[in-house]
């Protein structure tokens, strides 16, 4: 069975950094896009950043581009994205997904979600 974990949430002062880890089991990265998705309350969920499978491409949504960072490592068969520079908008909770091969910002084409961990900004 396919698992997705997400970890790494918690509360951070505005401009700190945190680093979210999406470790996966019973998948094998080589072939499936890993996206990270974040929802604040009251908001739709909004594509973050993606990894493709293959060669590795990386993807960025606006309002984090220069600021995060996403990386996977096979060995691990884990995903993750390193955030910089966070503002109060980055708040909410942070998923990550997995469908095969390209990466996609549309939510509804990803076939595995992780339960997801929670992204708190606040002084």
């Known amino acids: 069975q396919v698992q997705l974990v997400e970890s790494g949430g918690g509360l951070v002062q505005p401009g700190g950094s945190l680093r979210l880890s999406c470790a996966a089991s019973e998948l094998t990265l080589d072939y499936y896009a890993i996206g990270w998705f974040r929802q604040a309350p009251g908001k739709e969920r909004e594509g973050v950043s993606c990894?493709?499978?293959?060669?590795?491409?990386?993807y960025y949504g606006d309002s984090v581009k220069g600021r995060f960072t996403i990386s996977r490592d096979n060995a691990k068969n884990t995903v993750y994205l390193q955030m910089n520079s966070l503002k109060p908008e980055d708040a909410g909770v942070y998923y990550c997904?997995?469908?095969?091969?390209?990466?996609?910002?549309?939510?509804?084409?990803?076939?595995?979600w992780g339960q997801g961990t929670q992204v708190t900004v606040s002084a």
């Open positions: 997904a997995a469908k095969p091969y390209p990466c996609t910002e549309v939510a509804r084409w990803y076939d595995y």
């Open positions: 990894i493709s499978s293959s060669e590795g491409s990386t």
